[in-house]
């Protein structure tokens, strides 16, 4: 299995309001990057999107690690959260819907074909590639 590191993060101008989301894959020598933007959207959907965007570009199942700082994500895995809405009928510990089911469904969908380590990283806190994704989130917002 190949080994990819995938960097990613979510932005919004409001919340809600405009939002971007950008990432950064790493395999070897490789680097790509990739950035989208929503006119009305939640800073949550956004770092989903770019966690979702950024799996949906690997071609076959690989080994990943995946670096977001968004907590709501990450912990999503690592507490099991996922399993719990999805034994729930997507209903959360607050007995509402789980927002952003889609995104939600698909990147569970990938985490059965991937090998996902997911590491929360400090937002702002100098991590190179952490800033670069939070560069091309609040770029793409620019570009609406």
Same mark, same amino acid.
């Given at each position: ?8 993060? /979510?932005?919004?101008?409001?919340? *809600? /309001? *405009? ?11 490789? $680097?790509?990057?990739?950035?989208? %933007? ?10 989903? $999107?770019? %966690? ?8 076959? *199942? ?13 912990? %999503? ?34 985490? !059965?074909? !991937?090998?996902?380590?997911? !590491?929360?990283?400090? /937002? !702002? %806190? ?5 800033? $670069?994704?939070?560069?091309?989130? $609040? ?6």
């Amino acid at each position: 299995m190949k080994n990819v590191k995938i960097y990613t993060d /979510g932005a919004c101008s409001g919340n *809600p /309001g *405009p939002g971007g989301w950008g990432c950064v894959l790493l395999y070897g020598d490789h $680097r790509k990057e990739l950035s989208g %933007a929503e006119t009305l959207t939640t800073n949550q959907k956004m770092e989903l $999107r770019a %966690a979702f965007e950024g799996l949906k570009m690997l071609k076959e *199942p690989c080994q990943v690690d995946l670096f977001s700082d968004s907590a709501y994500l990450v912990n %999503a895995f690592l507490q099991n959260w996922l399993d719990k809405w999805e034994k729930n009928g997507w209903i959360n510990s607050k007995k509402q819907s789980v927002e952003n089911q889609d995104l939600w469904k698909g990147i569970l969908e990938m985490s !059965h074909i !991937h090998q996902i380590n997911w !590491h929360k990283v400090k /937002g !702002h %806190a100098g991590n190179e590639e952490n800033e $670069r994704c939070d560069l091309l989130a $609040r770029e793409a917002i620019k570009s609406l």
